[in-house]
């Protein structure tokens, strides 16, 4: 039995009355993602020790807990439980959105070869359900890049075309993100976590409206993540976790915004060849990870001091400011008074 991507696994298989016979994989101690195309063949030892296999044969572990509708274009084939085609059609324009999109900051990424298949689910506790099947943690949305499958969580509402715009094009940026480090020989998994979330939240349609404040806030308050830390991983408590897809989104725009696409493109490339998170950067663009971080910091927020130094600053900040006020009045009515005077 073949499934997910490629573990193997062996089994004897029962015999049971009239000819048949009968294996059973328990789910629980070798879990598989759901919707994974399972290929399964039966292997035949003789008395006279010669051997024999049937031929491969194939079915997708599908969700079949409920019946999906179903609606494809070139980029997606959207499998939806409850409401109309009209809502399934938003979810296509999402995909081809969500695809130029992605092209403006990858432009080499193409459609895949395939559509890819999106699951929406009307409830994040229905996705977690059908991905705790498979072990998997808390998620609202997610992908299986390989399987070339998506599951996403849309609730019925007034909230569900902006969840619509986000959750799809995000999803999809990372089955893209994956074709493409195959069309180009690398590894998928060699991407740091900060630019894969990075990107994928940056072809959000819909993006977070809370992120820019939330950065301001933390900037300000020092309580920013440093980069490095978002190499590997992200947090697993939400609130940090928020901030870790903020700043990718924003550090990743950045580099954009500053190296363009073929920068952008670059560092993909160096980082799917395998070259470690920060030594990548160096690599791309002749500064180090930090540098770049820095650098960043000061494009997006100034030069802000930081908040224990403006604490322990305030007393020389009012001695400064009634030092400062003489001459401000003085000027101030100098200006009223001078009959020439200019704004
Ligand atoms: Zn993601």
Redesign the pocket.
Known sequence: LKAGRGETIHGDVTLLEGNKFEFVHDLKKTPLPPFAEVVYRFGITYADKTVDSTADESFQYADNRSTWNQLQNKLVEINWKDGDPGFAQQALDAALDGLDGAQTFLPSISQPGSPTRVYIYPSAQEVQEALQLASYNWVA?H?DPWLNSVLVSIPAGTGQKTELLRQIP??L??VWLYQYTEKIGGNYLALPTWL??GL??LVERAPNSAYPALLVENQAAGGLLRMASLCNRFPSDPSPAILA?AQSAAFTRYIHQNYGSSGLEKLVQIYADGLECERGVEEAFGITFAQLEQEWITDTFGQQTQPGNSFQATPFLILFGVILLIPVFVIVLRRYTSPTGQD
């Open positions: 949305g992908a995000h999803e940026m990372h894969n979330e994928a939240t897809y």
